[in-house]
């Protein structure tokens, strides 16, 4: 996926760099996938080469879109009703490895680089709690302040 | 978590082997998890030893104590409207090792020990599509026949 967009920045006009074919490739599938009734697909993201689940967000076709074309991941956020691109307040950017779609192309995979932390607490993954033996555990600790993240 | 239900069948009543403290703390979990509109909470499934991402599924409140109580995951089919006890028809199920959540409480992650393939593609993960250079590549070839997990 990362040479199908080499070097561009992440404001770059969806699809530009792309050639025609992949153009009509990327529109088709991006159309083919299935999306609830706000038009979202959820996203599961995942560090490509430890295989740690860092998160899990949402999509809609306009940030797998922009995804696509930058290389640097955009989510929909829901509370914020935009686009959210990762990493911009923060500097914890995830750059795309690869894009996989289920077997029903209902769910997204996304195989990414994280930059720094991905969970707004400070801790890698955002799934750092577990239910063990009756009492809920963290799993791994906080590796940044948050108020270093977002400077307050 | 395997250590909180220890070899009773799947068919068990839910919480019925924990103690008062765990039935206490896990029905106040369940509770404290935010459910979309329909009851439901997104469920990433992972195999516990490799990271391999399996699959993502639904759960409702109702499917995680069953898949407490008894150790082997149950999540909530939304084609069917009911409880999905994986691998009931086809024998492929899941052991829970250990449950998730994440940072906003509205996302779960199970790390299981998958028998078998998780698709019902004979797929051993749901995420075998990946979008390489402008077209849509098999990652990996199904190692099982649909027909003879499901008879048809």
């Known amino acids: 996926m990362a040479s199908m967009h080499p070097g561009h920045g992440r404001r770059t006009k969806v699809f530009c760099f792309f050639s025609s074919e992949k153009k009509d490739f990327l529109a088709l599938m991006i159309d083919d996938l299935i999306y609830d009734a706000n038009g979202l697909i959820p996203a599961i993201t995942q560090q ?3 295989g740690e689940v860092l998160m899990l967000a949402w999509m809609n076709r306009e940030s797998i879109a922009e995804t696509l074309a930058t290389g640097s991941v955009c989510y929909w956020s829901r509370s914020r009703q935009k ?3 990762k990493g911009e307040t923060s500097g914890q950017t995830q ?3 690869e894009l996989r779609a ?3 192309a209902d769910a997204l995979l996304l195989l990414v680089d994280q930059q720094g932390v991905a969970c707004h607490t400070g801790h890698r993954s955002c799934f750092y709690t577990a239910f063990r033996d009756g009492r809920a ?3 791994a600790p906080a590796e940044t302040d948050p108020a270093a993240l977002y400077g307050s």
Do not use: A, P
């Open 83 to 85: 686009l959210w691109r």
């Open 102 to 104: 289920d077997c029903d």
């Open 48 to 50: 490509h080469d430890t």
């Open 95 to 97: 750059r795309l490895v």
């Open 137 to 139: 555990v963290e799993t």
